[in-house]
């Protein structure tokens, strides 16, 4: 049996307050939200990594994740959200079941990402671009 923490709570074995699930995915409230009402949403197949997920159940993820930020907005008065995910540990991924965070945001909430914005070293930029390029073609093209 998976000691997943996340597959544990698809399969009703712990408990969370689940707002939304379908034959795809789950969505249920953090437990440890940024902002009141932080919803995770998760695929109910267990995928450590968003690259491995079916395209069907990661455009359900997506689109589901997205109307459950409208209706924060809408019936929580937030002023906007944003959607979150975390691939690998060094991005800060803990939960080792690939999920999509929905942080509500409220103009005041006092909460900042630590963003930053890095300056392009000359000719850097076009080579990462073009050798980006070249893959994807051969990967997804
Ligand atoms: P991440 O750092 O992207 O892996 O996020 C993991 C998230 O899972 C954190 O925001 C935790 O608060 C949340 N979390 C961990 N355990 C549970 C649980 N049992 N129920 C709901 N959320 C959880
Ligand atoms: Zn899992």
Request: charged share 25%; glycine share 8%; aromatic share 8%.
């Amino acid at each position: 049996m998976s000691d997943c923490i996340f597959c544990k709570i698809v399969g009703g074995e712990i408990p969370a307050r689940k707002i939304y699930e379908d034959e795809l995915i789950c969505a249920f409230l953090d437990i440890s939200p940024i902002n009141f009402g932080h919803v995770l949403v998760i695929p109910k197949e267990h995928h450590q990594s968003a690259s491995t997920v079916p395209e069907a159940t990661a455009g359900r993820m997506f689109a589901v994740a997205s109307r459950i930020g409208i209706l924060l907005k809408r019936r929580e008065e937030y002023d906007g959200y944003n959607l979150h995910l975390a691939d690998g540990t060094v991005a800060g991924q803990v939960v080792m079941h690939v999920h999509m965070h929905v942080v509500p945001r409220g103009a005041e909430d006092g909460f900042r990402w630590n963003w930053r914005q890095l300056a392009y070293p000359e000719g850097m930029a076009d080579e990462i671009a073009a050798s980006l390029r070249a893959k994807l073609a051969e990967k997804i093209g």
